[in-house]
DNA sequence: CGTTTAATTGAGGAAAGTCAAGTGAAGTGG
DNA sequence: CCACTTCACTTGACTTTCCTCAATTAAACG
């Protein structure tokens, strides 16, 4: 592997901001943990050991462990309805993975190399966590939840199909209606279609002619320009996930 | 605007699963935060008000404060170098925004309606979770570089041009193996194309269209499939950042 | 009610997708 | 050590989709 050699004494999370310019400060990236720390995270830690190829965890699965790999590359990646896959992260050493919010893994993880890893099982850490902290911790599910739902805004570009990326957008709005308690027969869109438009990263005309295009299939209907109700939920749960554009006569 | 009445007790931190059906699990938005928190948080914080489409921060600018939204929908967003932007995220009740690694907001904020938010000067917030946190802390550094690494995977994504993608691919292996203290005159990449083309959301032909001809334009050489060396930075910088495909005659 | 801004619609062109065939590299077994 | 097999990658031809740009219509605001 092209790692340098590690001296193994504890788990180590790493930080190097994503958005500055690698020649602009050299060697920035940042030991989170001070000796101490990483002492007392090698009390509940274990080492494991991936081939190649292995598949670590599988979305969906019951979360038990956090990794910090030591060792190698890994990616974390989500399946598609359709089968297709969208890569989320790629994972190096000092990097955490298998995080989750409500008890179950938000990607697979499989070793893009050989892997060597930290194994965190989450009850210790999160009885470690208790000790030291609390509003933290809620700080970290919230910032968590965050890390989420940018990883779903990268999935929603991933799609090519305008189409696709405007009924996700429109799901992404439903949850949020659903989660304040209101009724979700009729989806509100606070925002202009411009805005719309840079967050699917497409054209104003192509937000316009999604939404006519959707109208004239029957999947959704919109009374005005800032509602939409969804017609067939159906197709619209496939298509929202899928790479065609259309879906094969969904009966 | 369209959000219910809100009792003004304090800071309310909300989470919601993204990746969630709207449908299976309704009202499913958790309040993060005990009483007892908000009440505390309350104390270091204030309340603002910002009228529709208000500049609420500029990307860059130090950061003074983290933002709690009561009312209203906030957009955050990247200006890149084109001028062109990029919605990272939209923010409702109850979601935070305003956090930062090194002391600048990653992030524009913009108000797309009338927005009423907590302000929380970050000197006391942080001060706060020192009192209650230690470990904690470094954990939610470690969770929003994650964050913002995906953030980034959206920017990338939003990009229309596969030259573009893999250059800014280029520049996310590069900046992470500076941060190794590694030589950055030749890229390693890890991992095979089809992983490259899932991670950039393009086919595997696309992917090696992509990378002939940037070489044809002598703006990167390979040596072998996983070994690139940046020939022209300054028309590397320019094409990451851009939504042209070629740069007018950089010289 | 007029003016400004936002949204839609249409036509032509550019870029990537798809599918299939060909080439190269890597790993396997004699 | 070399031949063989296999898998990864590249290349080419054709289709699809969206972007661009401009003109038109609709909505928002004073």
């Known amino acids: 592997m092209a790692d340098p050699p590690v001296r193994l004494q ?4 790493r930080a190097i901001d994503p958005w ?13 943990l001070s000796d101490d720390e990483r002492a007392r995270l090698a009390s509940i830690a274990s080492i494991v050991r991936f ?10 699965d019951g979360t038990e462990a956090v990794f910090n790999i030591t060792i190698g590359v890994v990616k974390t990646y989500k399946t598609a309805p359709d089968g297709s896959k969208h890569i989320a992260e790629f994972l190096f050493p000092g990097d955490l993975f298998g995080l989750s919010q409500e008890g179950q893994y938000a990607n697979s993880a499989k070793a893009v190399t050989a892997v060597t890893a930290y194994v965190l099982p989450i ?10 902290a609390d509003l933290a911790f809620h700080m970290v599910s919230k910032l968590y939840q965050g890390l989420r739902e940018a990883q779903r805004h990268a999935f929603l570009l991933a799609n090519r199909h ?6 996700m957008f429109l799901q992404f709005l439903e949850r949020l209606q659903a989660a304040k308690g209101e009724p979700t027969n009729e989806i509100y869109l606070p925002m202009d279609r411009s805005d ?11 937000v316009s002619r999604a939404f006519r295009s959707l109208s004239a299939d029957g999947i959704i209907a919109s ?29």
């Open 10 to 13: 504890g788990p180590a999370i």
């Open 20 to 32: 500055l310019p690698a020649t602009s400060s050299p060697g920035r990236m940042r030991q989170l």
């Open 51 to 60: 081939k190649k190829g292995a598949l670590i965890c599988r979305e969906g």
């Open 123 to 132: 009850s210790s850490l999160r009885t470690h966590l208790a000790k030291e």
């Open 162 to 167: 305008a189409r696709s990326r405007v009924l």
């Open 196 to 206: 719309i438009a840079e967050y699917l990263a497409i054209s104003p005309p192509a």
């Open 223 to 251: 009374r005005d320009r800032r509602h939409v109700r969804i017609l067939e939920r159906q197709t619209l749960e496939a298509l929202a996930g899928s790479q065609k554009p259309t879906v094969p006569t969904v009966r």
